[in-house]
């Protein structure tokens, strides 16, 4: 057990439909992550944060695409107007210091869109 | 632009062989080199790290990998492969340089399958 909890861990909707994902981690992990998995791919990043403060964003991560992190605590992940293109699984994980350690990886998020 | 390659999709090895999992990358300035494994429908867990010393580093469950810097290689082995290493492998990277970015970047995973 990582300590990094997401919520849902499975979500069916359709296709324009808007989506949030939830990650808990510890209340240690300055250093937040959030990344996407495809099948037969290996995570790919999206976005991070050093406490509240989101000081990385992927070029690939569009406009329907946000993340926050109020308080530098749990974070959201919020996709509009969903596309097929966008079922994936989402995995969030959480760090401590100055990066050089290992992060903790949450079970993911799993979206479909139909 | 940073880059890691995992050139193997799948490894096969029969139960109590030694096992190696291989990994190349690409970054400027220093590598930080880390190997995680997946479970199915679990999330990534941390085996192994190289940040600087020792080019031979040990981690969980027995593994362990060895950074070659002029090969920019980080092979993931084990002496003696067990059925319950049967999982996913992702070798992942992290460069240093002035304005360091905080991101990993992964490879694409290899399956290894161990067979009794």
């Known amino acids: 057990d990582t300590g990094v909890s997401q919520d849902p861990r499975h979500k069916i909707t359709k296709r324009g439909q808007n989506v949030t994902f939830r990650c808990d981690p510890i209340s240690e992990h300055n250093r937040l992550y959030w990344y996407r998995q495809t099948l037969g791919q290996g995570p790919e990043f999206l976005t991070y944060f050093q406490n509240e403060a989101q000081l990385e964003k992927s070029r690939l991560l569009s406009d329907r695409f946000s993340a926050e992190r109020p308080k530098g605590s749990f974070s959201t992940l919020e996709i509009q107007r969903t596309e097929q293109g966008d079922s994936a699984m989402y995995l969030c994980a959480g760090g401590t210091g100055d990066g050089t350690g290992e992060l903790f990886f949450g079970e993911g998020s799993r979206l479909t869109v139909l | 632009a940073q880059s890691v390659a995992q050139p193997e999709d799948q490894v096969n090895v029969a139960e109590g062989n030694p096992l190696t999992v291989k990994c190349t990358y690409s970054v400027s300035g220093n590598p930080y080199l880390f190997w995680y494994v997946q479970y199915p429908n679990r999330g990534l867990q941390f085996l192994l790290k190289?940040?600087?010393?020792?080019?031979l580093v040990k981690g969980s469950y027995g593994f362990e990998a060895e950074f070659n810097k002029s090969q920019t290689s980080f092979h993931l082995k084990k002496p003696s492969a067990r059925v319950s290493d049967s999982a996913l492998y992702f070798c992942a990277v992290r460069a240093l340089y002035g304005g360091a970015t905080n991101k990993l970047i992964f490879g694409t995973g290899t399956l290894l399958a161990v067979q009794p």
């Open positions: 190289y940040i600087t010393g020792d080019n």
